[in-house]
């Protein structure tokens, strides 16, 4: 009973049906008069999805690793465009250390992409065999797949990114941090508007909304510096 009671649960089948819409929508195979159709986008759910999850998995994995309490993950439904605003986990705990917080913020964004690699890898070799329907869909879910690792690795407070500057100069104090992020967050935003990108320029004024502006928490040992191999 309490697994049925578990928000998670719900956020997740909600998404799973969100995110299939938006694949069968997209692919133009959606008839609102036949909700079922709706199902024709299961290959975009499932490919989605599963990267999503590997990425909070990623997370969630690591914090454990740490002896960091997390919670989640919870999937964001959204009856629009791709269908999910993606997924989050929550650290209802302190951080230990740096170290502990850069593995947190990478493990996330390396299982991803390993996931999504490990898809399309998966159906590439078969893609002039199989549907196009269903290739299509997961090519298009294999480019979500590293566009939002690209979002997440922003350097703004509470993103992937911002972890991981935190972990690499947090040592400077907080308000020098602030300083680096603010001028990473600004070189890349410049990027992207000189440069022809799939990121528009109001996805930079939401994420900065959303995680939490420049600021990022202390980890309860700021002095443990990171490692050669993790500034590598």
């Not at 089948?13 to 819409?21: E, I, W, Y």
Request: glycine share 10%.
């Amino acid at each position: 009973m309490r697994f049925v009671k578990d928000a998670r649960v719900w956020l997740f089948a909600a998404t799973f049906l969100t995110v299939s819409f938006a694949g069968a929508s997209f692919s133009g195979v959606m008839d609102y008069h036949k909700p079922l159709t709706i199902f024709y986008g299961l290959p975009f759910a499932v490919s989605l999805l599963s990267i999503l999850l590997a990425h909070e998995v990623g997370h969630y994995v690591a914090a454990r690793w740490w002896g960091t309490e997390v919670d989640g993950p919870y999937f964001i439904p959204v009856p629009l465009f791709l269908g999910t605003f993606g997924a989050f986990i929550r650290i209802k705990s302190s951080v230990p250390n740096r170290t502990a917080l850069c593995d947190i913020g990478a493990s996330g964004p390396w299982v991803g992409i390993a996931a999504t690699l490990v898809i399309w890898l998966l159906i590439y070799p078969f893609r002039l065999e199989l549907p196009q329907l269903l290739v299509y869909q997961v090519r298009f879910a294999v480019f979500v797949g590293f566009l939002v690792t690209v979002i997440n690795l922003f350097p703004i407070g509470s993103l992937d990114g911002g972890h991981l500057i935190y972990a690499l100069f947090g040592g400077f104090g907080r308000n020098r941090v602030g300083y680096i992020m603010a001028l990473s967050f600004l070189s890349t935003m410049v990027f992207v508007l000189v440069f022809k990108s799939a990121i528009s320029p109001l996805t930079f004024f939401i994420l900065y909304l959303v995680g939490g502006g420049m600021r990022h928490p202390p980890t309860d040992d700021d002095a443990v510096p990171v490692d050669w191999k993790r500034k590598v």
